[in-house]
DNA sequence: ATTAGTACTTTGTGTTGCAAGGTATTTGAA
DNA sequence: TTCAAATACCTTGCAACACAAAGTACTAAT
């Protein structure tokens, strides 16, 4: 309850990280340790607890699809791959993101 | 579960909402119905089940205090208004959420 | 008196992010 | 050979939140 600052950040992550992930696999696949390197790169810190159900559901709804890959170093890897049924969704994403945008600068503007 | 166009956009909205309501009360004071109006002209969609609760939330984090004010038509309405910590809080969400906008941004240059 | 309009509130449900802990595989050092 | 470290995936329990739906209360006009 404390730690407002980051507080504010996890409340606002919810419902993007969705689109994160399937932008992600949209460029190209990817396991979840590499989607979660990439997460932290773009400053959008999870945490495995919360990708790792994420993939399951996408990949549930047909979003996802996935394949196992032997690895040099370690266990094997659960490569995804977005479906057409994804891209699909993604683009519905893409355009609900944009809105969104454009309603807080909307609300935002107003104060001038 | 239908309707994954209105899903998707009612997924992004969490976390979002309570940007929206401090934002739009730190312009000036204003009262539950009003609030509504405005995110639905500004394209952010919300019912009352959803708005009234958040309003009383922010008010117990001391992010809002409000005053009755008798209406010349219709029952008494109740005036939110911004309080300092509420300021203070909106000012992490402005960061915030420029950095989730910054994010996606990074995420989707990737691409090309 | 009754109805319509406005405004505020509550209850129950499903989804989601996260902390914490667990399982399994590989590699290299003691 | 055994044991520790690194990598990778998974599960459980909890709290927060948006929403649908139904409810309460006040006012004004019919």
Redesign the pocket.
Known sequence: ?ENSAENV???M??????YCILSILDKKEA????ILDELKAANM??????L??????QKNQGLLSYRWE??????????YCITDKGRQQLGEMDVAWQEIVDTIRTIKEQQR
Chains 1, 2 share one sequence.
């Open positions: 309850m950040r996890s409340q992550r919810k419902g993007v990280l969705e396991y979840a340790s590499s810190i999870v945490v495995e607890g919360t790792y159900p994420l993939l399951i559901r032997e690895s040099t170093q370690g266990p094997p890897r659960k490569y």
